[in-house]
């Protein structure tokens, strides 16, 4: 069993910057771990994916160059660093583990609360 809670959101204006913390409660470097954002009444999006190990990434097209993926499993604890934000990137962005026998993941076992992010123009 992973719980995970999402920390760093907030307010911030286009072009700016946040950093997303996910930690968990257990042992992640044993799952991937991945990014999701989602706006009410819209389908949760993917944003990014860490492998367990950390030597992989995997992003989709429209966040490639602005945001990246970090972890450390030491602490238990993942990130996303965005950059470059736009007012589009509102949304709720939640972190996810899933197992780690493939890659990248085909689906994830375990789910964050989320935490909001804000992008003003």
């Known amino acids: 069993q992973v719980q995970l809670v999402e920390s760093g959101g907030g307010l911030v204006q286009a072009g700016g910057s946040l950093r997303l913390s996910c930690a968990a409660s257990?042992?992640?470097?044993?799952?991937?771990m991945g990014w999701f954002r989602q706006v009410p009444g819209k389908e949760r999006e993917f944003v990014g994916a860490?492998?367990?190990?950390?030597?992989?990434?995997y992003y989709p097209d429209f966040v490639k160059g602005r945001f990246t993926a970090s972890r450390d499993n030491a602490k238990n604890t993942v990130y996303l660093q965005m950059n470059s934000l736009k007012p589009e990137d509102t949304a709720v962005y939640s972190c996810?583990?899933?197992?780690?026998?493939?890659?990248?993941?085909?689906?994830?076992?375990?789910w964050g609360q989320g935490t909001q992010v804000t992008v003003s123009s």
């Open positions: 996810a583990a899933a197992p780690s026998n493939r890659w990248p993941p085909g689906s994830y076992a375990y």
């Open positions: 257990g042992r992640t470097f044993n799952y991937h």
């Open positions: 860490i492998s367990n190990g950390g030597r992989s990434t």
